[in-house]
């Protein structure tokens, strides 16, 4: 069963840093591009960016909103997978979910339960 | 950026009604299309993609059609477990973006 767990949100002030990781399980890590996507409270998902796996390079793409603060990040042999977050906005407060990518046709198979992140001062 | 407009953005419907959604893109992008069912302070999960092919273990009663802009969602006989928020999402290209979504509730 896959089984994907976000851990390292909690509340940071604005122009603060914070990482999230998600311990991944039941499937080949390694195969797998990756994804993080956001809600924030009472709104819409938002796509935050993608890794792509070792065969590609480990290449990212970032959402405009997110790019050159955040750093999408693995570490195959820890099946992990990493957000870094700088200079964090108050309107990245949000749930944010890692996501499993199925391999040849791209799709957002499978979710973590989320964890949140609160930027306030 | 392509958009994506769900359509109603709000539903109301009975257990037994057909309920439809449709998720317009602002350019094509061929069968590229996925839709998400979400419940409250629940992970999103995955009813279709490709437009049209169901997920492995998603009742039979959901389907999907369309291709290039236009795109529907639909419930043959709505259950009391499929009121939920509802996403379209494309992945034809950078960046991956979402419908505003379709709440369903009971009327």
């Known amino acids: 069963e896959v089984q994907l767990v976000e851990s390292g949100g909690g509340l940071v002030q604005p122009g603060g840093s914070l990482r999230l990781s998600c311990a991944a399980s039941?499937?080949?890590?390694?195969?797998?591009?990756m994804d993080w996507v956001r809600q924030a409270p009472g709104k819409g998902l938002e796509w935050v960016g993608r890794?792509?796996?070792?065969?590609?390079?480990?290449?990212?793409e970032y959402a405009a909103s997110v790019k050159g603060r955040f750093t999408i990040s693995r570490d195959d042999s820890k099946r992990s997978l990493y957000l870094q977050m700088n200079s964090l906005k108050t309107e990245d407060t949000a749930v944010y979910y890692c996501?499993?990518?199925?391999?040849?046709?791209?799709?957002?198979?499978?979710w973590g339960q989320g964890t949140l992140v609160t930027v306030s001062s | 950026d392509i958009q994506l407009t769900q359509s109603p953005s709000f539903l109301s419907a009975s257990v037994g009604d057909r309920v439809t959604i449709t998720c317009r893109a602002s350019?094509?992008?061929?069968?590229?299309l996925a839709w998400f069912q979400q419940k409250p302070g629940r992970a999103p999960k995955l009813l279709i993609y490709?437009?049209?092919t169901l997920q492995s273990g998603v009742p039979s009663r959901f389907s999907g059609s369309g291709s290039g802009t236009e795109f529907t969602l639909t419930i043959s006989s709505l259950q009391p477990e499929d009121f939920a928020t509802y996403y379209c999402?494309?992945?034809?290209?950078?960046?991956?973006?979402f419908g505003g979504g379709t709440k369903v509730e009971i009327k």
């Open positions: 996501t499993r990518v199925t391999t040849g046709n791209y799709y957002l198979a499978n």
């Open positions: 039941g499937f080949t890590f390694s195969d797998h591009y």
């Open positions: 890794t792509r796996n070792k065969a590609n390079r480990y290449t990212t």
């Open positions: 350019q094509g992008i061929s069968s590229d």
């Open positions: 490709a437009a049209s």
């Open positions: 999402q494309q992945r034809n290209n950078y960046p991956l973006t």
